[in-house]
């Protein structure tokens, strides 16, 4: 429990796995999810029974908030989901984490065959 509590992506004192795995400086959450927030402040809502009021903006019209909170990011797959699910909020957008994670381990591995050829 300890070991997934520590990286857990709703932990706001979370290290970030990926972040460390490649010497990256972590971007700090509440830096991404203050952003994600005021970015966010002016979006129309709408109501949803049994649930939040929600924003009714979803996917393509949120990829360009998407797009600067990956550069703030430093396009860390981890940290992005992170923000979103710690933001307060509640934001739908076109984020896939496995295909984030999985082009991000593609790019780490090919950098490191690079650094490592001889």
């Known amino acids: 429990m300890e ?3 520590r990286g857990c992506t709703n932990n706001p004192d979370r290290v970030c796995g990926l972040c460390e795995h490649c010497g990256e400086l972590q971007t700090d959450l509440s830096t991404l999810t203050v952003f994600i927030d005021s ?3 002016d ?3 709408v109501k ?3 649930f939040s ?6 996917g393509n019209e ?4 998407l797009k600067e909170l990956r550069d703030l990011a430093n396009n860390c797959p981890a940290c992005i ?3 979103l699910r710690q933001a307060k909020t509640e934001t739908w957008t076109n984020f896939s984490f496995k295909t984030e994670r999985d082009a991000w381990w593609g790019e780490e591995n090919e950098n490191q065959a690079d650094r ?3």
């Open 3 to 5: 070991k997934h509590e």
């Open 43 to 45: 979006l129309p809502r």
């Open 48 to 50: 949803i029974p049994e």
């Open 116 to 118: 490592n050829h001889y």
């Open 39 to 41: 970015y966010c402040a």
């Open 62 to 65: 949120l990829d360009p908030m």
């Open 81 to 83: 989901l992170a923000a």
């Open 53 to 58: 009021e929600q924003l009714e903006a979803s």
